[in-house]
Every structure is written in C-alpha cells, then in structure tokens.
C-alpha cells in the first residue's frame, strides 16, 4: 500500500449504501478503506483496532437509532484526537451539522447521502479533513443562512459576510478575500449578529444560535492555529489592504530562508499509531510555528515533517539573518522541551535539522481573491531546501551568505566544499553543533 493512501473506516447499517461508498473510495487512488461497521458499538471497536485517518459515518443507527454515528465520532475523537469524521446523513436539517461542530470544526465534515457521488465531494471531504479542515454540504450552508436572513434588511455585503460565515470560512481568509483585517472582519460579524438580534423572529432566533456557534467553531479553529497551512502567511492580508497590491504582483527582496525537517521521520512513522503521530506533529508544528512568529517570521508551509518560513518578507526586514538564527535557536529548544514531556508519555523524540540561506528572491501573490498563496523563487530557496538535509539532529546549517550576513556574530564550523543538486559550483556551508545551540 502507497505510503501516501489515506486510511478510511467506513460506517452505515445500510449494506447498500454501506458497499457504494465503499466502492466509491476504492476508486480513489489515495485512499483505501480499512474496515466497516453497521453500528455504534462496532464503529467505537473497529475503529479503535483499525486505527484509521478518518471515520466516514452515517448519523443514525443502531440500536436507537438517533445521533449514533455522531457521538461514535466524538468518542473515536477523544480517544484519538487526530482522526478527522466525514458525517454522510440523509437530513439537511442544521442542528445535526451543529450537533457535530459544536466542539470545534476542525477535521468534521457534514455531507449529504444524495449529493455524495457529485463530482469529488467526497474525496474533498476526507482530503480535508485529514489534514484538519472542516466542509459542509452546500445546502446546508443554504438552510443556515435563509431562516437567519429572513425579515431581515441585509445589505450585500452584510448578505456575503453571512454566506461565508455560513461555508465556515475562517475570518482571515475572509480578510484576504476583502482586502481588509481580520479585526475589522469580526468587527462586521459581530455588528451583523446584533443586527440579526433585533430583527430575528422566534423561528430566526435559532437559526442565529446556530451561525453563533459556527462563528465561534471558526474562532476556536483559528485559536489552535490548525489552519495556517491553508491561510496566508501572516501579514500578507495587511500588506494588500494598505499598499493594494495586485494578484500575480511580484516583487525583489533579500531575505533569510529556514527549513526544518525531522530527522528519522519514516521509521518513527512506521512504528507509530498514526493517531498519536497526528498529535505529536500537530504539538510540533504548533511549537516551530510560536517560534518563528515571536522572531518576526512568516510561517510559508508546512509539508509532511518539514516547515518553511521566511524572514525579510512580505515586509522588508534588516537583520532578516539574525532573527532567522534565533528562530532556528528557539526551534531547537522548543522541541527539546515537547520532547521531555513526551518522554514522561514514553512517545518518540522529534529530532530537528535546520538549514538557513540568504540571498534575493522574487516574491508574489499567487492564486485567487478566495485562495491566495504568497511565494517565494531564487537560488536561495533551492540552496536552502539542500542545506537543511546536511544538518543532524539539533544542528543548523547556513549558507555562506548567511554567515557573511551575520558578520563574525555566530560560532559555526566551516564544512568541507560540497558538490548539491542543482547547482554547477561546490558551496560553502557552516554547521553549528547542537550544544552551540543549547
């Protein structure tokens, strides 16, 4: 099986329905479903033993027949927090989806039976929600939004802000799609929700407790920090609403890469239970994410055990180098203190390497007003996606334009010239050992 296959548990006690998304899954070349249940009771078991990524589950079966699958999905959360729940019910009424999202949206989806095989729902489901993303069915966005607005004199954009808070976008990529702030965003939803308030009708008032409590799932969300993979890197949104840049806009800048990558990441993850591995990534990731920001960072991605960020951009910054070290120092020790407290827990240690490079780079605004990515291209990205693989764990690795930048400021050990892809010329590197860093 592919190391890439996504791992589905699958639940309904229709053998019918139960076999169809079954069949529906296997067609997906990244994913394979690894066990099925027809009830509460096995749903709790099977996927306890199965240990699988994501849960895809009717709402109601046996023995009572009413919210077994979603409190099934909650218990098989609490117990191992990092599957994501794909709920697939017959019922478009609101209060299931709330039911579901009430601890939290990220890593549930809420789908309905009847739209499922329409193009790659689905699939968009589980791919979400395996990552920590959150979906709902459209029409349920549409039964969200028309009892709420109903009597009520919206404008358009008090109407969008509506639709968007509805399909469970967080409030900054709300931001980035308006050209604003997150704050003044929220400032829009919460003079919105007073305005639904004092016109609401008794039928409007529960349609309101739901949109609250989808709008506090989406602040929740943003809290944990789970989709900043999925959002623009901070400042970016600030950066277009005060100098108005345009989509595709590039621009020159000398900055400071950093790339981290867990050593030994594979055999870790083939002795691991994948939903505590989910949890030690995610405490990880939260860490090297509080690190890099408190220097002044952009967080770029975070693919599989690696993270990228950028010091020097979107805003121009002049000791980009010297904070790109201290985050990479701060890193260091972060991960050191998560794996103290994972040791009491007798989980394995993540161990880091770090390379930093300097140099230009053209930096752009890529993508769409709904989804944006802001990029980086130049020699210096390469250089320092090679560099970090040169780095043990607890070292870092910088380039020799990095050392020049930090003018004689760092003890760091010259290596021998060394030949990278990519490039014609050997390069100068600099390791400093992991007690240098402690």
């Known amino acids: 099986m592919p190391e890439t296959r996504i791992t589905v548990f699958l639940a309904d006690d229709n053998l019918i329905v139960r076999e169809g ?103 968009r489901a589980i791919r979400a929600v395996t990552s920590g993303g959150s979906m709902l069915d459209p029409r349920i966005v549409e039964a969200l939004v028309r009892p709420a607005s109903q009597g009520t004199d919206l404008s358009p954009q008090e109407e969008e802000l509506l639709q968007e808070l509805a399909e469970g976008r967080p409030i900054k990529a709300i931001a980035a799609a308006h050209h604003t702030t997150p704050a003044d965003v929220d400032d829009a939803i919460q003079k919105l929700f007073l305005k639904l308030a004092q016109a609401a009708s008794s039928g409007a008032a529960g349609a309101l407790r739901r949109l609250k409590l989808l709008h506090q799932a989406i602040v929740d969300r943003e809290e944990q920090g789970e989709s900043l993979s999925r959002l623009l890197p901070t400042g970016i949104a600030e950066k277009l609403r005060r100098q108005g840049r345009d989509i595709g806009g590039t621009e020159t800048l000398t900055v400071t890469i950093l790339m981290s990558d867990i050593r030994g990441y594979s055999t870790i993850a083939e002795d691991a239970d994948p939903t505590i591995l989910a949890r030690q990534l995610n405490e990880h990731r939260a860490e090297m994410n509080r690190a890099i920001l408190s220097l002044g960072g952009t967080v770029m991605q975070f693919v599989g055990d690696s993270v990228m960020a950028v010091f020097g951009a979107p805003l121009p910054e002049q000791e980009h180098a010297q904070r790109a070290l201290a985050a990479a120092r701060a890193m260091h020790d972060a991960q050191s203190a998560v794996n103290n407290h994972w040791a009491a827990e007798r989980l394995p240690p993540f161990q880091i390497g770090i390379g930093l490079s300097t140099g230009q780079v053209a930096a752009a605004l890529l993508g769409s007003e709904e989804r944006l990515e802001y990029s980086l291209v130049g020699d210096a990205v390469n250089l320092c996606q090679r560099l970090q693989q040169f780095a043990k764990g607890g070292e870092t690795i910088l380039s020799d334009a990095t050392y020049r930048a930090l003018d004689g400021s760092v003890n760091a050990d010259a290596l021998p010239l060394a030949k990278v892809k990519g490039r014609h010329a050997p390069v100068q590197a600099y390791r400093i050992a992991a007690l240098t860093l402690a």
């Open 21 to 123: 998304v079954r069949a529906l899954i296997g067609t997906a070349p990244d994913m394979e479903v690894v066990g099925v249940a027809g009830d509460y009771d096995g749903l709790v078991s099977g996927a306890e033993q199965a240990a699988p990524q994501v849960v895809v589950t009717d709402i109601r079966m046996p023995p009572t027949f009413q919210r077994e699958g979603i409190e099934a999905a909650k218990q098989v959360r609490k117990r191992h927090p990092g599957t994501g729940i794909v709920i697939l019910s017959q019922y478009d009424e609101p209060d299931y989806a709330i039911s579901l999202l009430s601890e939290g949206a990220a890593g549930y989806a809420y789908l309905l039976k009847d739209r499922v095989a329409e193009g790659d729902q689905l699939f």
